[in-house]
Nanobody
């Protein structure tokens, strides 16, 4: 499985961005796809996750109600729609995948596959 993240950029506070993660390889309905982010000097943190076949969605409390994770089942990208952005959302965002949905979906160590990051900068 290969993952390619894109869509980052510079946006003003209150604005929106949509990140995309193109997934190639043998992704099936049991896969978990997730977004993480890492700000300078901080640990990588969980943002959102979904089960590829549906039925499971999860969000960090800090983004709940502002960010939406979704996927295009036919074309295989995973999206992260980010609204009402604030400077604290500035980070490098990474997409990740693992073979099965897990209750430990917040842990970076649970994911087998990672894409390169895409930088999001929110100006105040």
């Amino acid at each position: 499985v290969q993952l390619q993240a894109s869509g980052g950029g510079l946006v003003q506070a209150g604005g929106s961005l949509r990140l995309s993660c193109a997934a190639s390889g043998g992704i099936d309905s049991d896969y978990a796809l997730a977004w993480f982010r890492q700000a300078p000097g901080k640990e990588r943190e969980f943002v959102a996750a979904l089960r590829w076949g549906g039925g499971r969605y999860a969000y960090a409390d800090s983004v709940k109600g502002r960010f939406t994770i979704s996927r295009d089942y036919a074309k295989k990208p995973v999206y992260l729609q980010m609204n009402s952005l604030n400077p604290e959302d500035s980070s490098v965002y990474y997409c990740a995948a693992r073979i099965r949905w897990t209750v430990n979906y917040r842990r970076t160590s649970e994911y087998n596959y990672w894409g390169q990051g895409t930088l999001v900068t929110v100006s105040s």
